[in-house]
């Protein structure tokens, strides 16, 4: 039984483009073309009879906005069909969207394999507030497929993957991957942040289930945080009890601005894109850069298997420059244009230092087998004109 009204119009059989303005529009009797903002916490039942049967289940609408709201509704339709998911749910940030998948799927004495490359707060949930619920954990190197087979063992219910991963752009075979997971009986669960939905498709490659900080590319003006987890109607159906009853849920503000961001999202990640693209080329020319890493280079060393998994390189590049911590401060610091920020996938360019920042409660030795060093900066591209950009890393590694 659907939670709620159908919306408006079928659209999953257009264009992106298409959906990406049209999906999951749940019109009011006002007839608006922006999408209402429900901010409401209740609904109001015609008769008792109604309140009885919705609580039931036996007639779709709305009961209290913990569980559902028209706009977040319309949100959790548009990222749906974005996907190419039989469902979704949204919530306040991306990791409670990550926390819900893991407390709403796992059970005290199971055990997840993740790879050891993980966005920071990702990484600490596993190893220090799993173990408090009795669920044990294997990190592995995720480009390495034989150490998924051998951590996973009787008890292994989900395995739960970056790509690309945060700092080092490394590329995990998602599809090598689920086939180890289908073969162990684990759930694979994929955070796809980096390659946003529209260069990577984990689900097509037989994830079971993809998650979103859509706070990045989806807002992507900054603007306010949302997570999203997308999968099937079973999936979401097990994941459902949890978030009905701890309440993670997105504010129905936000889950406008989402939506609102997503009819932009295609035309700012095309630039974002060609931005990255051309500033990684250009800083490989110059001579204070001593490495950079970009999925699509021929130099990145699984540039193959991007090509395989993506429809391009995506919107991050990470460069190293010679002379560690001291000459990574001064580039970023002398940059005018390009902002320090530990955010991403913004329509303005941010850097960041990942070793003092998102690392920084890793230790060294931590650290460098992740493969981030001191000298590493990681650049999100905004949509601003390339030449500009550029020319405002020239005068900073010039310095
Ligand atoms: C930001 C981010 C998260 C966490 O999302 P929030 O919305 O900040 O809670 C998880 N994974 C990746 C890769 C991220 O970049």
């Known amino acids: 039984m659907a939670r709620h009204p159908p919306p408006s119009f079928p659209t999953r059989h257009l264009h992106r483009a298409t959906r990406l303005v049209h999906a999951g529009v749940l019109r009011s009797q006002f007839g608006e073309t922006s999408e209402g903002l429900f901010l409401t916490g209740g609904y109001v039942f015609e008769t008792a009879e109604q309140a009885e049967a919705r609580m039931k289940g036996e007639e779709p609408g709305f009961i209290y906005s913990r569980y559902s709201n028209p706009t977040v509704a319309m949100f959790e339709q548009r990222m749906a069909e974005l996907e190419g998911a039989e469902a979704a749910r949204a919530t306040a940030s991306g990791m409670a969207a990550f926390t819900s998948v893991l407390l709403g799927r796992l059970r005290a004495g199971d055990h997840i394999v993740a790879a050891k490359a993980l966005f920071g707060t990702c990484r600490k949930i596993i190893e220090e507030l799993l173990p408090n619920f009795n669920i044990t954990s294997t990190l592995v190197d995720g480009s390495d497929l034989e150490q998924w087979e051998a951590a996973a063992g009787p008890k292994t219910k989900m395995f739960f993957l970056e790509s690309p991963t945060n700092p080092t752009l490394e590329i995990v075979d998602i599809a090598a991957v689920a086939a180890i997971a289908k073969q162990v009986g684990a759930t694979l669960v994929v955070d796809n942040v980096f390659a946003t939905p529209l260069l990577q498709s984990?689900?097509?490659?037989?994830?079971?289930?993809?998650?979103?900080?859509?706070?990045?590319?989806?807002?992507?003006?900054?603007?306010?945080?949302?997570?999203?987890?997308?999968?099937?109607?079973?999936?979401?159906?097990?994941?459902?009890?949890?978030?009905?009853?701890?309440?993670?849920?997105?504010?129905?503000?936000?889950?406008?601005?989402?939506?609102?961001?997503?009819?932009?999202?295609?035309?700012?990640?095309?630039?974002?894109?060609?931005?990255?693209?051309?500033?990684?080329?250009?800083?490989?020319?110059?001579?204070?850069?001593?490495?950079?890493?970009?999925?699509?280079?021929?130099?990145?060393?699984?540039?193959?298997?991007?090509?395989?998994?993506?429809?391009?390189?995506?919107?991050?590049?990470?460069?190293?420059?010679?002379?560690?911590?001291?000459?990574?401060?001064?580039?970023?610091?002398?940059?005018?244009?390009?902002?320090?920020?530990?955010?991403?996938?913004?329509?303005k360019s941010l850097i960041t230092h990942p070793s003092t920042t998102l690392f920084q409660r890793f230790d060294e030795e931590q650290r460098l087998s992740m493969g981030i060093s001191q000298g590493m900066l990681r650049f999100s591209a905004g949509i601003e004109a390339a030449d500009d950009l550029i020319e405002d890393l020239w005068q900073a590694l010039g310095k």
């Open 202 to 347: 984990p689900l097509k490659m037989g994830a079971d289930c993809v998650i979103y900080s859509a706070s990045k590319h989806i807002d992507g003006q900054g603007r306010c945080l949302a997570g999203v987890i997308l999968a099937s109607e079973k999936f979401i159906e097990d994941v459902h009890p949890f978030l009905r009853q701890t309440g993670p849920s997105i504010s129905p503000f936000n889950a406008w601005v989402m939506l609102k961001g997503m009819e932009t999202l295609e035309l700012r990640v095309e630039r974002q894109v060609a931005n990255a693209a051309r500033i990684a080329d250009t800083l490989a020319g110059h001579p204070a850069v001593a490495r950079v890493i970009y999925p699509f280079r021929d130099d990145h060393p699984q540039a193959s298997l991007a090509r395989r998994q993506m429809k391009a390189g995506g919107t991050m590049v990470t460069f190293e420059v010679a002379g560690g911590k001291s000459a990574a401060f001064k580039v970023a610091n002398a940059l005018k244009i390009i902002r320090i920020s530990n955010n991403l996938g913004d329509t």
